[in-house]
């Protein structure tokens, strides 16, 4: 243990060492031309002649581009609007250039009166605190920018620059004003009434800072969406949790988002699944600066949240990595595609450049589940994370980010059925790129993606000595068998974005894939008796997902209204692999040692006590031939987005895409959303969309023989592939998509800097939701299994629910006090089974049905206390998670136990967790410039969930629950900016 703390610091120190000579480039100036050099160049070009005192010029600059197109008038107005300076026509090709403050005591009297109204103008323009202010928004080559966003940080209220690039607003006195454009760096600063302001964003840089999920209009910022949308800083937000992983730190930090550590699940105890508002893992999209990711090659099977389901490996990328993340809680399938029923999460990579950051983090478990203070430890985690970033010519960059992770098994209180109940073991370590490459002034490269490997492990269930699964001469007190991953995540997105004649183009294609080998250890094959070996490579499968895509956007500014257009064209192509592993993983020997196959007599089956030995390895069965698959699809996307704005009161957004399918044809739907600002401080909004999820390659043709435990009693089952002639013969058909309908309304209020305040409910129907059957006898089915089971589009859910934000905030001179207040209440039911004529409670029985609205939790609600003095911040979190309830194995049991009542039989198998509280408590401590220093505590009381018995999903004495089961985790973090 010492030895390990030791080498592991020994690499941080030399990383930092190596890192820190690296050079980088530095940013270039723009050029600039004298005034009086500019003047010159004007009048030559259209034989003009400029008089003005000597040194009234002198010592002035400016960029010459954007005078480079103009007309005469054109340059005559854009020089006034950049310099203090009025130059007065005097007719016969002559101009007189003045000051603007003396130019009233020069002109004729005519022009006097014009000047001077304006003047008035520029003056203080005092309404009690408001105050209004005008200006000009400029390129960095001096070219006006039209429909540029401008927006007080206090309040709601903001404005669009007019077709001249000017703009004129009120504001409270001293506040903030956000200044955004496409393809620009954004800039904030105060804004007074006195003068004409003269704003130059920088060109080039950042071009994601205005954009927000939802939304392609590049103006529109994100209090003014129609929609909720959360934004996570993860820099500052990281200062508060001791996460270190996505979908954790998502869970703590989200409370409509739930990521469940499942144990005894197979390969969902390797890639955590993820939900939001309760709906499945698939049927949230994920992006990656706007792209969409792909998917996991696995499908969650068993007692899962998720079951049935194939979600994205959010772990797969690295929080070193992360600027922010935004999460649409909203459905978007009319804008973005297949999945987004439950909402969108984009993940916005980090742009830095000129800046090394390092993170390592050192933890572990409280391994006692009975007290609050541990006696001992376990599930040891180290993490070691960089980012850097450097200038590429002028305007680019590139990031790089790399991260290792391990996390050791966690051992908690298990049953007979199951010994090594606990936390997957993880290593984990991968590479991010972003970069962005100017090609041009209004044309810019870009690419990003990454490479992640995933080394796990996790035990199954217990084999015991005396059974038929087990070889005494290997095992004589029976084993735990362990089933390892090995998990290659890599992604690269590449595009070319223009803007020209106020059109945003973006070229772009994104491909990535997921490739998930089982290797099983600590186990055998029964079959092979004494010589059999104890590992085995168990065979995977594998995901990769090519999505090419166009989009066009561009905002037309008018006197009344200003519109959004955005219309685009997406081509996806998904590829699905089953791979085999070796022979002994997925075989049965007969008494030989010959491969048993349809001619090998029954008389030579490996038998133990007068039952037939199952073969393969124990814990997991590995892919046979017979389970390979190799499958492709395509389809093709078609959307028109608009937005229009009718004042600046009330914002209307509607959006239609249709896409065809290869597999199961095509799908049309549509979306209306609208904006209304009942005060400057108050927005109302809503929507009402149609959406879709196809169903997954994974879904449609993944197939496995394997050992299922019904309660503590293995059988042999068999999940065939939907297109199997054993699922027709059942009546199951070819998989289609998934069709939703949601409905939004909120409130979003500012009440200056202070507070603000967001609350939307939501109401999600989703019709042919795709299921995992529960097992149907198959003893007359000759295929030497017990069960078979098959996905099908299975039932019709109901989702209502409500957000709530709260955030309040306080400074004073060394200090500063903020609190926050997030909730979620959300109900699920399923209003129809689509079972026809199978058994009901065979098709989808109880059970199936509870772990299904068991992923929608009822509430969450977390509050954060944020003090910090000078140099000091405290963070105090608390995470309340709602009762949820399960049914075990017990309903399997004969009637006979329960007074022959399925009443009884129901209320004994129901596991019933209540509602608990978990406590997190961080220090962070600025050593220096450079270094901070964060410690703390997640879940300070080791609270656990309420406590089953031995009939539970998992084996332990938990399922898989919201709030997990791993007690509390102690941490220190090193954080290093250099």
């Not at 370590?429 to 209004?442: M, T, V």
């Not at 911040?873 to 194995?889: A, E, G, P």
Request: one cysteine or more; hydrophobic letters at 35%; a positive charge.
């Amino acid at each position: 243990m010492i030895l390990r703390s030791i080498f592991i610091k020994g690499i941080f120190f030399v990383l930092v060492s190596c890192v820190f000579q690296v050079t980088t480039a530095q940013e270039g100036k723009k050029s600039a031309v004298s005034l009086s050099g500019l003047l010159d160049k004007i009048g030559n070009k259209y034989q003009i002649f400029f008089t003005y005192k000597a040194n009234l010029i002198s010592n002035k600059y400016l960029q010459e581009e954007g005078f480079t197109n103009l007309s005469l008038s054109a340059s005559i107005s854009l020089l006034e609007k950049l310099t203090p300076f009025f130059f007065d026509d005097l007719g016969n090709n002559y101009y007189v250039i003045y000051l603007k403050k003396t130019a009233n005591k020069n002109r004729s009297v005519n022009r006097e009166k014009i000047i001077s109204s304006n003047i008035i103008g520029l003056n203080t323009f005092f309404k009690g605190e408001r105050i209004t202010v005008r200006g000009i928004v400029l390129s960095s080559d001096s070219t006006p920018l039209v429909g540029a966003a401008l927006q007080e940080e206090q309040s709601l209220s903001g404005t669009t620059t007019d077709l001249d690039g000017t703009f004129e607003f009120e504001i409270q006195k001293g506040n903030m004003v956000t200044v955004s454009f496409l393809g620009h760096r954004s800039k904030a600063q105060k804004l007074n009434s006195e003068i004409f302001h003269t704003l130059v964003l920088v060109s080039g840089q950042d071009l994601d800072e205005v954009q927000v999920v939802g939304s392609r209009n590049k103006n529109r910022m994100a209090t003014d969406t129609p929609v909720a949308i959360d934004f996570i800083d993860i820099e500052k937000a990281s200062s508060k949790s001791s996460q270190v992983e996505i979908n954790q730190f998502l869970q703590y930090t989200i409370p409509s988002f739930n990521a469940s550590k499942q144990s005894g699940a197979d390969g969902a105890d390797h890639i955590d699944p993820a939900t939001i508002r309760g709906l499945g893992p698939d049927q949230t999209l994920v992006l990656v600066n706007g792209k969409r990711r792909h998917q996991t090659s696995l499908i969650n099977l068993y007692g899962t949240r998720g079951r049935g389901n194939s979600g994205t490996d959010l772990n797969a990328i690295p929080i070193s990595a992360i600027k922010r993340i935004e999460l649409l809680r909203d459905g978007a399938s009319a804008q973005y595609g297949s999945d987004a029923i439950a909402g969108v999460l984009n993940i916005v990579l980090k742009d830095t450049d000129n800046e090394l950051n390092v993170t390592s983090t050192l933890g572990f478990n409280n391994a006692d589940s009975e007290g609050i203070f541990p006696n001992s430890v376990d599930g040891f985690t180290y993490k070691f994370g960089l980012n850097y970033g450097t200038k590429i010519n002028e305007g680019g960059f590139i990031n790089f980010s790399s991260e290792v992770l391990s996390t050791e098994n966690t051992i908690r209180p298990g049953t007979s059925a199951r010994e090594k109940y606990g936390q997957a073991a993880v290593r984990n370590a991968s590479i991010f790129l972003n970069a962005e490459i100017p090609l041009h002034r209004s044309a810019k490269l870009y690419v990003n993606g990454g490479f992640n490997f995933k080394n796990t492990a996790a035990f199954a269930f217990t084999r015991n000595p005396n059974s038929k699964r087990n070889v005494k001469a290997i095992y004589p007190n029976g084993f735990n068998p362990l089933i390892t991953s090995n998990i290659i995540d890599n992604s690269l997105s590449i595009g070319i974005r223009t803007y020209l004649k106020g059109w945003s183009t973006d070229l772009n294609n994104v491909v990535g894939r997921n490739n998930f080998q089982y290797f099983i250890k600590n186990t055998l094959n029964a079959t092979l008796k004494e010589y059999s070996p104890t590992e085995f490579d168990a065979g995977g499968h594998q995901l990769i997902q090519n999505t090419t895509s166009i989009d066009f956007s561009k905002y037309f500014s008018k006197k009344i209204i200003g519109f959004n257009i955005a219309v685009g064209s997406e081509y996806r192509l998904d590829k699905y692999r089953i791979f085999s592993g070796e022979e002994a993983s997925y075989g049965s020997y007969d008494v030989q040692g010959d491969f048993v196959n349809s001619e090998t007599p029954p008389s030579d089956y490996t038998s133990f006590n007068g039952q037939i030995v199952p073969g393969g390895s124990q814990g997991f069965p590995g892919y046979s031939p017979e389970n390979e698959v190799n499958r492709n699809r395509s389809n093709i996307s078609f959307y028109l987005d608009t937005e229009i704005d009718f004042s600046k009161r009330f914002m209307l957004g509607t959006a239609v895409r249709f896409e065809y399918y290869s597999d199961f044809g095509s799908t049309l739907n549509y979306k209306l959303a609208s904006r209304y600002r009942l005060s400057n401080k108050l927005n109302m909004r809503s929507s009402f969309s149609t959406g879709f999820r196809a169903p997954s390659l994974v879904q449609s043709y993944y197939n496995l023989k394997f050992t299922n435990f019904i309660g503590d009693a293995p059988s042999e089952s068999l999940l065939v592939a939907n297109n199997s002639p054993i699922a027709r013969r059942f009546g199951i058909e070819n998989l289609k998509e998934e069709k939703a309908r949601n409905f939004s309304f909120g409130l979003a209020t500012k009440l200056g800097a202070a507070f603000n305040a967001t609350i939307d409910a939501y109401y999600v129907a989703v019709k042919d939701r795709i299921i995992l059957s529960g097992n149907f006898d198959a003893s007359d089915l000759n295929i030497d299994v017990d069960n078979v089971q098959f996905f099908a589009n299975g039932v019709d859910t109901k989702t209502t629910g409500v957000d709530l934000v709260l955030n309040w905030g306080k400074k004073w001179d060394h200090s500063e006090l903020t609190l926050n207040l997030s909730g979620n209440v959300n109900e699920m039911s399923i209003t129809k089974i689509k079972n026809k004529n199978l058994d009901k409670e065979t098709f989808f029985g109880a059970r199936d049905r509870q772990f299904l609205i068991a992923s929608a939790p009822k509430n969450k609600f977390n509050l954060g206390i944020h003090y910090q003095y000078k140099k000091l911040k405290t963070s105090l979190n608390f995470t309340r998670f709602s009762s949820v309830q399960l049914i075990d194995w017990k309903i399997t049991q004969s009637l006979s136990k329960f007074n022959n009542s399925e009443i009884e039989r129901l209320a004994a198998a129901t596991d019933i967790y209540r509602a608990k509280l978990t406590t997190d408590l961080h220090f962070s401590y600025q050593l220096n410039r450079l270094i901070n220093l964060q410690i703390g505590t997640n879940n300070l009381f080791n609270i656990y969930p309420t406590k089953q018995d031995s009939f539970t999903d998992s084996g332990g004495l938990w399922d898989a629950t919201q709030m997990g089961t791993n007690g509390a985790f102690y941490y220190t973090k090193l954080n290093i900016k250099l």
